[in-house]
């Protein structure tokens, strides 16, 4: 319920002018709304509001309101304006139409903060589920590269094992050549031997042919001198 003008205005006490008319003209707009909907308690609000504005906006006014309001506040019996029968009959108006625009404005930030729990709920299910989202995806992140890594170990292994093999066997090859150039290289050695043997003994025929083909020149030298010396007999 309102207890000021003030109050009915939704502004404070030290307000400033511009503070008091912009405050009117956003509830005016809002009761006209509730009038054209066919509200009957939006007249007496619109009417209510109108005496307030009225007052308050007129600094002449709005000081003897003011000076009524800290009367009342220390207990003092507040001064009556001038008689003004219409003034009262609408600041009458103003007070009843209040009690239902507090309940109304009541109801209004009731049904506000069930709104607003409403939202606060559904964002944090959103946010949950955003967090969820993000978990997944951080759990499906961590396990393509775990899989990444564990495919690029793999791999590293099988090309650290090509390698080796690979190694090993071009040991092998060489190793063989090693092996088969030695094994060439005695049987070449071998047979330069045998060939060394083999002059060695077809020298050794052709001089021991030559000293028989010498011997028996010889011997048949030997054989005419002696036929010679057999024909001419000796004296």
């Known amino acids: 319920m309102a207890n000021s003008l003030y109050d009915l205005l939704e502004v404070s006490a030290t307000a400033s002018p511009e503070s008091i008319a912009a ?27 109108r005496e307030a504005f009225t007052t308050l906006s007129d600094p002449v006014r709005r000081q003897a309101y003011d000076d009524r309001l800290a009367a009342r506040a220390a207990g003092e019996p507040m001064a009556e304006e001038p008689p003004r029968s219409i003034a009262k009959i609408l600041i009458g108006v103003a007070l009843i139409g ?5 309940y109304a404005k009541y109801q209004a930030n009731q049904e506000q903060k069930m709104a607003l729990e409403k939202e606060k709920a559904a964002a944090a299910v959103r946010l949950a589920e955003i967090e969820a989202q993000r978990e997944r995806e951080r759990a499906e992140r961590e396990l393509r590269e775990a899989r990444q890594a564990e495919y690029q170990r793999s791999r590293e292994e099988a090309r650290e094992r090509a390698e080796r ?50 011997l028996a020149q ?7 001198m002696e036929a010679e010396n057999a024909r001419y007999p000796r004296y």
């Open 23 to 49: 405050s009117h003209q956003r509830l005016r707009a809002h009761f006209l709304a509730q009038q054209a909907a066919g509200d009957e308690d939006a007249t007496n609000r619109l009417i209510a509001l």
């Open 98 to 102: 209040a009690c239902g625009f507090g």
């Open 165 to 214: 093999e690979r190694d090993l066997a071009y040991g092998r090859q060489i190793s063989r050549d090693i092996q088969r150039g030695e094994a060439m290289a005695l049987r070449e050695k071998q047979r330069e031997e045998q060939r060394e043997a083999q002059q060695r003994q077809r020298e050794e025929q052709q001089r021991h042919y030559e000293a028989e083909r010498r």
């Open 218 to 224: 010889e011997k048949a030298a030997l054989r005419r």
